[in-house]
Nanobody
């Protein structure tokens, strides 16, 4: 089973930026659609963005225009660039692909 590892989370002030990475143990992003989810304390996990095998991104309305997906095929990595962060973006962010999940990375937006 493919292994996924997220990184890049941290503490940032409102309006700031972070770039999350999801690294796969094999070249799966070209075979399976991948997804970024997030889960805030006390809330259900929610979909944030997805990338098709062809590299086309899809975003939920709450992050559209602020978050951008990109992919480095040579490094089996998908990036989630998050700009204009808001306190409501605070959550643990997970990548999922081919029914495999990473352990998550914490994003905290606070002044």
């Amino acid at each position: 089973q493919v292994r996924l590892v997220e990184s890049g989370g941290g503490l940032v002030q409102p309006g700031g930026s972070l770039r999350l990475s999801c690294v796969a143990s094999e070249n799966i992003f070209g075979r399976e659609q991948m997804h970024w989810y997030r889960q805030a304390p006390g809330k259900q996990r929610e979909l944030v963005a997805a990338m098709t095998t062809g590299g086309n991104p899809v975003y939920v309305d709450s992050v559209k225009g602020r978050f951008t997906l990109s992919r480095n095929n040579a490094k089996n990595t998908v990036f989630l660039q998050m700009n204009s962060l808001k306190p409501e973006d605070t959550a643990v962010y997970y990548c999922e692909c081919g029914d495999s999940w990473g352990p998550g990375t914490q994003v905290t937006v606070s002044s």
